[in-house]
């Protein structure tokens, strides 16, 4: 087997198509989530906070000399990558368990018994000679 055809093969697999869209959704969600965070909710959290902005928290370790830059620990960024995470983890929690509950309505849902189809013609006229032949042998 050649590779082109057996990495053709791979590729359009299901599950690895479905991994793909995976992953394309979840770098999008994880953008607005990221934008959400940035810009919806630590701006009011910053001026609940005293009109901190959490991006510009920084401490300085060593200050600049000459050519080498300043070295900083940035707890204001971490802060909000911590914010970013929580909500996403908080998200994929809520879409689980919503999908989750889909599932079991899905399997606790009584099916309707299937009604068999009524016999053919050739089944009732079966039945009818099996009858007659049991009453002539009862005789």
Do not use: W
């Amino acid at each position: 087997m050649s590779i082109i055809k057996e990495f053709k093969e791979f590729a359009v697999r299901g599950n690895v198509v479905d991994m793909a869209v995976g992953i394309i959704i979840g770098a999008a969600f994880g953008k607005i989530v990221s934008s959400f965070v940035a810009d919806v909710i630590m701006p009011p959290l910053g001026v609940l906070l005293g009109g901190v902005d959490f991006t510009d928290l920084t401490v300085v370790l060593r200050a600049a000399a000459g050519d080498v830059p300043e070295v900083t620990l940035r707890y204001g960024l971490f802060i909000q990558t911590v914010v970013d995470f929580t909500i996403v983890a908080f998200a994929v929690f809520v879409a689980i368990k919503f999908i989750n509950r889909l599932k079991k309505k899905e399997e606790a849902s009584p099916t309707p018994p299937e009604v068999p189809p009524p016999p053919s013609k050739e089944e009732l006229l079966l039945a009818e000679i099996r009858d007659l032949l049991k009453k002539q042998s009862d005789a």
